[in-house]
Structure formats: structure tokens, C-alpha cells
């Protein structure tokens, strides 16, 4: 079981930035994907970006490329979603996630199937 705490979300105006952090409890944070997920009110549960578990590998939804960057401290247990030229759409609950990853294979992107979830952090743009 892996325990997954969100922090560092808040309210800035748009074009500023904000770092969200996922710090993991568990002694096999470096064997597990990691994914960013948000939920906007009256929207479906959307992919935002995701790492492989040696940090090799980065993917972002085509709604935040060029402006969130995500990454990950394996000594640290921890995961970072730093977040540039917010947006007022960016408004949303943002999840961290993580999936077991015997390999560098598999989907990201699908939160289905990703296995612990964070509680969740409020991130609002105002315009």
C-alpha cells in the first residue's frame, strides 16, 4: 500500500506559476509510474502528465505542453508538477497518482489504470 499527499496548490492570478509536490510513503516509490491527473466541476477526470519510474520518460496532455513540467525525486519520494502561464482552464482539483511498473511499458494516461491516488490539491487560476 502506498500513501500519496499533494501539496502546494493555491490561488494565483493567470500567467503566474505554482509547484505542485507528491511525496509518497512506501519503500518502492521507484518501481512506480507517476502520473498528474485534474478534475474540473462538470468535467471528467482528465490526464495532465505523467514520468516512468527512472524519471527517463515524460508525457503531457497537448493542453499543457510547453507550460507544466513534470518531474520526480526518487531519493525524496517525491514527484513535482511544476506549473508556468497558468491559465484560468487549468482550474481543478489536481490528483497525484502512481502505477505499478514492472517496465517502462504500459499506458499513462488512462486513470483507470494507475493503482494509489492522492487526496487531491485545489489549484485556481483567476483571470
Known amino acids: 500500500q502506498v500513501q500519496l499527499v499533494e501539496s502546494g496548490g493555491g490561488l494565483v492570478q493567470a500567467g503566474g506559476s505554482l509547484r505542485l509536490s507528491c511525496v509518497a510513503s512506501?519503500?518502492?516509490?521507484?518501481?512506480?509510474?507517476m502520473g498528474w491527473f485534474r478534475q474540473a466541476p462538470g468535467k471528467e477526470r482528465e490526464f495532465v502528465a505523467a514520468?516512468?519510474?527512472?524519471?527517463?520518460?515524460?508525457y503531457y496532455a497537448d493542453s499543457v505542453k510547453g507550460r507544466f513540467t513534470i518531474s520526480r525525486d526518487n531519493a525524496k519520494n517525491t514527484v513535482y508538477l511544476q506549473m508556468n502561464s497558468l491559465k484560468p482552464e487549468d482550474t481543478a482539483v489536481y490528483y497525484c497518482?502512481?502505477?505499478?511498473?514492472?517496465?517502462?511499458?504500459?499506458?499513462?494516461?488512462?486513470?483507470?489504470?494507475?493503482?494509489?491516488w492522492g487526496q487531491g490539491t485545489q489549484v485556481t487560476v483567476a483571470s
Open positions: 497518482a502512481a502505477k505499478i511498473a514492472p517496465r517502462d511499458l504500459g499506458s499513462v494516461v488512462a486513470d483507470f489504470l494507475y493503482n494509489y
Open positions: 512506501g519503500r518502492t516509490f521507484s518501481s512506480y509510474d
Open positions: 514520468i516512468r519510474r527512472s524519471g527517463g520518460s515524460t
